[in-house]
């Protein structure tokens, strides 16, 4: 029943998703441009003679990459949860034979998997460009630890996103707590600066901190750099589970004061 239930959502994600076609082929060039952006930067620099503190063929994958990882583990759910908190249209999630958040999670899984299907064309295109100076790993126990930390980053930043649209059941407006963090991820995760260039004693201060687990991690293992043992493994599934209880917690407590007033 659940799993038809999921499957109809998702169906139902999809046709919406799908309707948008435009709107999705121009966010995912926007994904692609600051990777291009930062590529063109670096092999610059490098040609005239920088010596960056990692191989430039790291480098080089991590930015062809980084459009498709942070595509992958990426959320945009809180703003809608607290707009459904905030107008009362939380209430037919409440009474539906289903999961509350599952609409959400249904969302989240259908738009990317349209996404995806537009962003690896664009990817493929940069890798064969700079196809000198990417080295994908040919191990196949690689490409299953990265897509295990992908899984677990896409679950981490979902549940850190409902945790912030659930503040909507205690205060008016989330945007500025929504942006907060979002800025803080975008420094810690390594979007704007791969955590891999950063000095060894800053590296090694961010290294449990949740937010390298949403995408940092996986790239450190698909790029071959970074550190990747029991650990790290163990801080990620760590905080992975810290979150999704979390949720549950915040949400029980959430939905005992909701009163679907609307605004």
């Not at 064309?121 to 000198?132: C, D, W």
């Not at 955590?195 to 995408?215: H, Y």
């Not at 750099?225 to 589970?241: P, Q």
Request: aromatic share 8%; with cysteine; proline share 6%.
């Amino acid at each position: 029943m659940l799993l038809a239930t999921g499957a109809a959502l998702v169906a139902r994600e999809l046709t919406v998703t799908l309707t948008h076609r435009a709107w999705v082929v121009l966010l995912q060039l926007g994904g692609v441009v600051p990777p291009v952006v930062s590529l063109v930067v670096w092999t610059g620099a490098i040609a005239q003679g920088a010596t960056p503190p990692v191989p430039p063929d790291r480098i080089v994958t991590w930015f062809v990459l980084v459009a498709v990882v942070s595509m992958v583990t990426s959320s945009w759910t809180a703003a809608f949860l607290a707009e459904d908190i905030r107008t009362g249209g939380l209430s037919i999630w409440l009474v539906r034979p289903c999961p509350a958040l599952a609409h959400l999670v249904a969302n989240n899984v259908a738009e990317k998997a349209v996404k995806i299907v537009v962003l690896l064309p664009m990817v493929a295109g940069l890798g064969v460009v700079f196809r000198a100076q990417v080295t994908l790993p040919r191990d196949p126990a690689v490409w299953l630890a990265a897509m295990a930390a992908l899984v677990c980053a896409g679950i981490l930043t979902f549940a850190l996103d409902v945790l912030i649209g659930c503040l909507a059941f205690w205060f008016e407006d989330v945007e500025g707590v929504q942006s907060l963090v979002l800025l803080v991820q975008r420094l810690l995760s390594g979007a704007v600066v791969p955590l891999m260039l950063l000095p060894g004693p800053v590296q090694e201060a961010l290294r449990f901190q949740p937010f390298r687990f949403t995408l940092s991690f996986p790239l450190e293992i698909l790029t071959g750099s970074g550190v990747a043992e029991r650990a790290d493994w163990l801080a990620m599934l760590g905080w992975t589970g810290a979150a999704v209880a979390a949720v549950m917690l915040v949400w029980r407590l959430g939905v005992r004061r909701y009163e679907a007033a609307g605004a």
